[in-house]
Nanobody, 124 residues
Framework: QVQLVESGGGLVQAGGSLRLSCAASGRTFSINAMGWFRQAPGNEREFVAGTSRSGGATYYADSVKGRFTISRDNAKNTVYLQMNSLKPEDTAVYYC?????????????????WGQGTQVTVSS
């Protein structure tokens, strides 16, 4: 099994920045693709960003491209999401996800391991 624990959420004004972290433990050797998803009240969980095992391939939702950066430190079993130029519409619970699949998939159904989520609130 793999356990994921997110941290770094909080309240920030529009235009500000936050950095989310997701630490993995357990059978981390089995993890390949990792990603960040978010879910706002009344909305479905949506893909934000994803990265391959090496971190060499990264993928972003159009809504965050150019503002968010996903990175990965395999020595620390941690993936990060640097969020800049935050907007009120970025407000959501952010979830870290991981899977043995080496392909980064934008559907949440493709991920077997999930963190508990961390709240990000952006005020206008």
């Amino acid at each position: 099994q793999v356990q994921l624990v997110e941290s770094g959420g909080g309240l920030v004004q529009a235009g500000g920045s936050l950095r989310l972290s997701c630490a993995a433990s357990g059978r981390t050797f089995s993890i390949n693709a990792m990603g960040w998803f978010r879910q706002a009240p009344g909305n479905e969980r949506e893909f934000v960003a994803g990265t391959s095992r090496s971190g060499g391939a990264t993928y972003y939702a159009d809504s965050v491209k150019g503002r968010f950066t996903i990175s990965r430190d395999n020595a620390k079993n941690t993936v990060y999401l640097q969020m800049n130029s935050l907007k009120p519409e970025d407000t959501a619970v952010y979830y870290c996800a991981a899977d043995r699949n080496p392909i980064v998939v934008r559907s949440p159904n493709a991920y077997n391991y999930w963190g508990q989520g961390t709240q990000v609130t952006v005020s206008s």
